[in-house]
């Protein structure tokens, strides 16, 4: 399933941003990348519920996150491959994250914006 769109209000707990989903699920991320959106650093990542085990791909924007597709993990995955952009891993106490960064946030949105269309 596609989406593209804006996301409910999410909210901060410690150093992870809770989202609600359009599905009704919640999904987790880390502070750090809504942080770099604001600094004019845009990102993808990948995030699971763990309610339905729905897979979500999103995209950092300069003043939110929003969600451009939902699917299983593997077919979110695939979609996450696609772009070659650089990946950076970090890890903190809550585990090992995985983002792609985007060369700019046009890129970032034509690239979001194929895939929601």
């Known amino acids: 399933m596609k989406f593209n769109g804006s996301l409910p209000r999410s909210k901060q ?9 359009p599905c009704g699920n919640t999904v987790f991320y880390p502070l750090k990348l809504a942080l770099l959106g604001t600094q004019g650093k845009y990102s993808m990542f990948c995030t699971i519920a763990n309610e ?4 979500y791909l999103c995209t950092t924007q300069p003043d939110r996150v929003r969600i451009r597709a939902v699917g299983t993990p593997e077919a979110i995955s695939q979609i996450y491959e696609i772009p070659n952009w650089k990946e950076v891993q970090f890890s903190d106490e809550n585990g090992v994250f995985f983002y792609k960064e985007a060369p700019s946030l ?3 949105n034509k690239f979001g914006d194929s895939i929601s269309s």
């Open 106 to 108: 046009q890129e970032l």
């Open 52 to 55: 339905s085990g729905q897979a």
């Open 13 to 21: 707990i410690g150093n992870l941003i809770a989202l609600p989903t």
